[in-house]
C-alpha cells in the first residue's frame, strides 16, 4: 500500500477534516487526479481567505452536502452557498423512520449504518456519485458533519469505481481518525461545551475495519461496489465519465 503522505491534507482557518484525494494510486498504473475531489467535514466555520482559497487556489464549483435537513437548520448551509458556489443537497439519512438492515453479529454495528444510507437513499448515493463525473472542470466538495462517515461511504465508492485498489481506499477512510480529536474541539470551542472524555472521542474515530467489511459486503451481494452502482442506475457511460474525470493521464 502506498503511504498516505501529508501533503493530501488541506489546511484551513474553519477546517479540521479537510483533504484532496488526488495522488492515490490506481489499479493497473496512474493516479487519481489531484484537484477533482474533496473532503471535508460541514462548512460553516469558514472564513472569508479559506473561501477565497476554495473558490480561486483549488477552483471548487461544486458541493454535495450529506447531511440531513435538520442538521441544515441548525449549522446553516455554510460559507461556500453564501459566496455562490452550486450546492447539491444529497442527504444519505431520512427525516425519520429509518431502520438498520441485519448483518452478522460479529460484523461492526457501524457497517449496518453504511448499508442503510445505500437502503435508505440510493438515489442520493448514485446522484453524489454522478455528479462528480459530470462536471468538466472544477473541484468537487463532498462532506457531511464531520466527513468521515456519509462522506467516507460516498468517496469509498467514487475511488473503488475509478479503479483505487480496495487497500487504499480503506487507508483513505480511516485516515481521518487522526483529525477526530481536532474536530471536537472546533465543535466544543464554537459551543462552549466541554471537550468530551477521551473514551468518547475515541468511539468517534473511523476503523479501517469497518470500510473493509462494508466494502466485502458489496462484493458478496452485488458483485462490488460498481455492481452495485450499475444496479441501482450508474449507466456505463457515466462510470467511464467518472473513470476519466479522476483519472490523471499525467501520473503514467
Same mark, same amino acid.
Not at 63 to 70: A, G, P, S
Not at 78 to 85: I, W
Given at each position: 500500500?502506498?503511504?498516505?503522505?501529508?501533503?493530501?491534507?488541506?489546511t484551513?482557518?474553519?477546517?479540521?477534516?479537510?483533504?484532496?484525494?488526488?495522488?492515490?494510486?490506481?489499479?493497473?498504473?496512474?493516479r487519481?487526479?489531484?484537484?477533482?475531489?474533496?473532503?471535508?467535514?460541514?462548512?460553516?466555520?469558514?472564513?472569508?481567505?479559506?473561501?477565497?482559497?476554495?473558490?480561486?487556489?483549488?477552483?471548487?464549483?461544486q458541493?454535495?452536502?450529506?447531511?440531513?435537513?435538520?442538521e441544515?437548520?441548525?449549522?446553516?448551509a455554510?460559507?461556500?452557498?453564501?459566496?455562490?458556489?452550486t450546492?447539491?443537497?444529497?442527504?444519505f439519512?431520512?427525516?425519520?423512520?429509518?431502520?438498520?438492515? $441485519?448483518?452478522?453479529?460479529?460484523?461492526?454495528?457501524?457497517?449496518?449504518?453504511?448499508?442503510?444510507?445505500?437502503?435508505?437513499?440510493?438515489?442520493?448515493?448514485?446522484?453524489?456519485?454522478?455528479?462528480?463525473?459530470?462536471?468538466?472542470d472544477?473541484?468537487?466538495?463532498?462532506?457531511?458533519?464531520?466527513?468521515?462517515?456519509?462522506?467516507?461511504?460516498?468517496?469509498?465508492?467514487?475511488?473503488?469505481?475509478?479503479?483505487?485498489?480496495?487497500?487504499?481506499?480503506?487507508?483513505?477512510y480511516?485516515?481521518?481518525?487522526?483529525?477526530?480529536?481536532?474536530?471536537?474541539?472546533?465543535?466544543?470551542?464554537?459551543?462552549?461545551?466541554?471537550?468530551?472524555?477521551?473514551? $468518547?472521542?475515541?468511539?468517534?474515530?473511523?476503523?479501517?475495519?469497518?470500510?473493509?467489511?462494508?466494502?466485502?459486503?458489496?462484493?458478496?451481494?452485488?458483485?462490488?461496489p460498481?455492481?452495485?452502482?450499475?444496479?441501482?442506475?450508474?449507466?456505463?457511460?457515466?462510470?467511464?465519465?467518472?473513470?476519466?474525470?479522476?483519472?490523471?493521464?499525467?501520473?503514467?
Open positions: 500500500m502506498t503511504d498516505l503522505v501529508p501533503d493530501r491534507w488541506l484551513f482557518d474553519g477546517l479540521a477534516n479537510a483533504r484532496d484525494v488526488g495522488g492515490l494510486p490506481l489499479t493497473g498504473g496512474g487519481v487526479r489531484p484537484g477533482v475531489l474533496l473532503r471535508t467535514e460541514s462548512l460553516e466555520g469558514l472564513t472569508p481567505g479559506d473561501v477565497a482559497r476554495l473558490t480561486g487556489d483549488l477552483g471548487v464549483v458541493v454535495l452536502d450529506l447531511r440531513k435537513d435538520e441544515l437548520l441548525v449549522h446553516g455554510g460559507a461556500l452557498h453564501a459566496a455562490g458556489v450546492v447539491h443537497r444529497l442527504s439519512i431520512p427525516e425519520s423512520g429509518r431502520g438498520l438492515p $441485519e448483518i452478522d453479529g460479529d460484523t461492526d454495528p457501524m457497517v449496518a449504518h453504511y448499508l442503510a444510507y445505500l437502503g435508505d437513499r440510493s438515489d442520493n448515493v448514485v446522484d453524489g456519485v454522478r455528479r462528480i463525473a459530470a462536471l468538466d472544477g473541484a468537487t466538495v463532498v462532506h457531511c458533519a464531520a466527513g468521515k462517515d456519509r462522506t467516507g461511504v460516498l468517496v469509498a465508492l467514487a475511488l473503488s469505481a475509478a479503479g483505487v485498489p480496495r487497500d487504499e481506499v480503506v487507508a483513505d480511516a485516515l481521518s481518525a487522526s483529525r477526530i480529536e481536532a474536530l471536537f474541539r472546533r465543535w466544543t470551542t464554537a459551543s462552549g461545551d466541554p471537550m468530551p472524555a477521551a473514551e $468518547e472521542v475515541d468511539r468517534h474515530r473511523p476503523r479501517a475495519k469497518v470500510m473493509d467489511a462494508f466494502l466485502g459486503l458489496l462484493d458478496e451481494r452485488y458483485d462490488g460498481v455492481g452495485w452502482l450499475r444496479e441501482h442506475g450508474l449507466t456505463d457511460d457515466e462510470l467511464a465519465r467518472l473513470r476519466s474525470r479522476l483519472r490523471d493521464e499525467d501520473a503514467f
